[in-house]
C-alpha cells in the first residue's frame, strides 16, 4: 500500500500568511494526487486534483505543486475562512489511500 | 444541483449488518465511479472501496479492513448506489461518504461529496 505522509500535522498561522503543507508518497505516483479541505462537521471538499490543477471555483491563492514523491499546498495569503483540516489523497494505485491531516489554525 | 445523499446509517451491535443508500441528481450518474470514504470520531479520512461504471463492468475495489464484509453495488436506473455492510465491528464506526469520481475523458478525484451518514458499532 503507499503510504502518504503529511507535515505537518498541527500548524497555527495568522491571517495573510503563506502556508506551505508537504504531503510524501512512499512511492512514486506520478502526479496522482488530490488535496481536499474539510470543515468541521462538513464534508470534504476538492481544491486540486492531478497535483497542480485547481478545482472550478477554488479561490485562486490555493496551488498544488509537485510530482513522483513529494508534493506541497499552497495558500499564498491566508484567510479566515481556510481554517480547516487539509488532506492529501493518492490515486494511482489500489488501495487509494489518505495522508493523516493538517489541521490549519488561527495563531 | 449537482448532488449526492446518504442514507441508512444507525447503531447497530457487533456482528449485524447495514445497509447503507446513496442518492445522485444533477448529473449523469451512469457515466461515473462511486467512491464510499469514511471517518471514524476525531480521525481523519479513510477509503472504503469504489465501483465502476457500466464502461467498465461495474467491477469494484476495496479496503483490505472491509473486503469480504462490505459489497458495493448500484442501480443506474435509479442514481443509486448502495453499500452493504456485515459482520460489522465496532472499528467499524463511522460517519460514512459516498463520492463522485471518475468519468471517461475527466480526472479521478472525489470532486462531490454526500454529507454523510453515521454507522455506530456498539452493544
Redesign the interface.
Known amino acids: ?1 503507499i503510504q502518504l505522509t503529511q507535515s505537518p500535522s498541527f500548524l497555527s498561522a495568522s491571517v495573510g500568511d503563506r502556508v506551505t503543507i508537504t504531503c510524501r508518497a512512499s512511492q512514486g505516483i506520478s502526479n ?1 494526487l ?1 488535496w ?1 479541505q ?1 470543515k468541521p462537521g462538513n ?4 481544491l486540486v ?2 497535483a497542480s ?1 485547481l ?1 472550478s471555483g477554488v479561490p485562486s491563492r490555493f496551488s498544488g505543486s509537485g510530482s513522483g514523491t513529494e508534493f506541497t499546498l499552497t495558500i499564498s495569503s491566508l484567510q479566515p475562512e481556510d481554517f480547516a483540516t487539509y ?1 492529501c ?1 493518492q ?1 494511482h494505485s ?8 493538517t489541521k490549519v489554525e488561527i495563531k | 444541483e449537482v448532488q449526492l445523499v446518504e442514507s441508512g446509517g444507525g447503531l447497530v451491535q457487533p456482528g449485524g449488518s447495514l445497509r447503507l443508500s446513496c442518492a445522485a441528481s444533477g448529473f449523469t450518474f451512469s457515466d461515473h465511479y462511486i467512491d464510499w470514504a469514511r471517518q471514524a470520531p476525531g480521525k481523519g479520512l479513510e477509503w472504503v472501496g469504489r465501483i465502476r461504471n457500466k464502461a467498465n463492468s461495474y467491477t469494484t475495489e476495496y479496503a483490505a479492513s472491509v473486503k469480504g464484509r462490505f459489497t458495493i453495488s448500484r442501480d443506474d436506473s435509479k442514481n443509486s448506489l448502495y453499500m452493504q455492510m456485515s459482520s460489522l465491528k465496532t472499528e467499524d464506526t463511522a460517519v460514512y461518504y459516498c463520492a463522485r469520481s471518475y468519468a471517461s475523458g475527466s480526472y479521478d478525484a472525489f470532486d462531490i461529496w454526500g454529507q454523510g451518514t453515521m454507522v455506530t458499532v456498539s452493544s
Open positions: 500500500d496522482y488530490a481536499y474539510q464534508a470534504p471538499k476538492l486534483y492531478t490543477t478545482q488532506y489523497q490515486i489500489y488501495p487509494l489511500t489518505f495522508g493523516g491531516g
